[in-house]
């Protein structure tokens, strides 16, 4: 498991952008589950929705990222890097994301190719899946 600490070691977000509170599960270079603890407190509630607040689907798209990212800059050559998107395919949004969920983010890396790795990403909510992607990751300097 990584607290958040050890994720700010890895991955470059940082409040009010980083998205993910800890990694329960790692396995470097291939897959890892993390958790966010939406709360009624997150800056984005204010304005979306404030009679229904829902957590934006990009920024569940991005929290799964996050996830993404730290499989990726776990490997040894990957260190002191930045993982950029390189595509965002086959999102779906299945449910809503509210104040008070414990989103668990699932990401799988199913391919990759020097800098360039591409990963199944499931977000669920006491395990309803409420969104899916693929995404690809491209590691610069």
């Known amino acids: 498991m990584l607290t958040i600490?050890?994720?700010?070691?890895?991955?470059?977000?940082?409040s009010p952008f980083l998205?993910?509170?800890?990694?329960?599960?790692l396995e470097e270079g291939k897959r890892a589950k993390g958790i966010k603890n939406?709360?009624?407190?997150?800056?984005?509630?204010?304005?979306?929705?404030?009679?229904?607040?829902?957590?934006?689907?990009?920024l569940i798209i991005e929290a799964m990222a996050q996830v993404g990212?730290?499989?990726m800059l776990s490997l040894d050559e990957m260190k002191g890097k930045t993982a950029y998107f390189g595509s965002i395919n086959k999102a779906r949004f299945k449910d809503k994301v509210r104040p008070g969920d414990t989103l668990e983010l699932e990401?799988?890396?199913?391919?990759?190719?020097g800098p360039v790795?591409?990963?199944c990403?499931?977000?669920?909510?006491?395990d309803k899946v409420v969104a899916k992607a693929e995404l690809t990751f491209y590691v610069g300097d």
């Open 121 to 126: 990403a499931v977000a669920k909510v006491n």
């Open 19 to 25: 998205l993910i509170d800890k990694i329960t599960e």
């Open 69 to 71: 990212t730290v499989i």
């Open 38 to 58: 939406v709360t009624y407190n997150e800056y984005f509630f204010k304005g979306h929705f404030p009679e229904e607040p829902v957590m934006p689907g990009v």
């Open 117 to 119: 790795g591409i990963g």
């Open 107 to 113: 990401v799988e890396i199913t391919k990759t190719k």
């Open 5 to 14: 600490t050890e994720i700010m070691k890895i991955i470059p977000h940082r």
